[in-house]
C-alpha cells in the first residue's frame, strides 16, 4: 500500500487518472477505518478532492464528533465561494444539503450571493432551492 505521502502526491497530480485512482485509495482506506485521513483531506489543497472528502464525510458523520470537525469547516464555506465554478456549483448543490447543519446559518446566508452567480443556464434549476432555502 502507498504511503500517505505518496497518495498526497497522486491526490495532487495533474493527470485525472492518477488523481483519480488515488481517490478510489482514499475510498478504501476510509471504508477500512482511517477516519483520519478522511479528516487531513477536508481542508486539502486541490479544492476537487476536498470537495470529495466532505462529500464522503456525510458517510462517516456518526463516527466523528464535532470537536474534529470544528477547526476544518472553514475549509467547506470557502468552497462556497470558490473561484472554480464547476466545484462551487457542486459544493451548493450536492455538498450543502448534506451537512449544513454543521454550519453557522448566518455565515451560510453571508455567501449566498456566491450561489446566485453560479445559478445560471443548466444550473439555475438545480441550485434555485438551495439558494432560495439559505
Not at 59 to 83: A, F, G, P, Q, W
Request: proline residues 1%.
Amino acid at each position: 500500500m502507498d504511503s500517505t505521502e505518496d497518495l498526497i502526491k497522486e491526490l495532487e497530480s495533474k493527470d485525472r487518472e492518477i488523481k483519480h485512482e488515488a481517490w478510489l485509495k482514499v475510498e478504501r482506506l476510509v471504508e477500512s477505518g482511517d477516519l483520519k485521513l478522511l479528516l487531513s483531506l477536508l481542508c486539502f489543497r486541490d479544492h476537487g478532492t476536498r470537495y470529495r472528502a466532505w462529500n464522503l464525510l456525510a458517510k462517516y458523520l456518526h463516527s466523528i464528533s464535532n470537536d474534529e470537525l470544528r477547526d476544518k469547516v472553514n475549509c467547506l464555506l470557502e468552497m462556497l465561494k470558490d473561484d472554480d465554478v464547476n466545484v462551487r456549483r457542486l459544493v451548493w448543490y450536492s455538498t450543502l444539503p448534506q451537512l449544513h447543519h454543521l454550519l453557522d446559518p448566518a455565515k451560510v446566508r453571508e455567501l449566498k450571493r456566491y450561489c446566485l452567480e453560479v445559478m445560471e443556464g443548466d444550473w439555475k434549476e438545480l441550485l434555485e432551492e438551495t439558494c432560495r432555502d439559505v
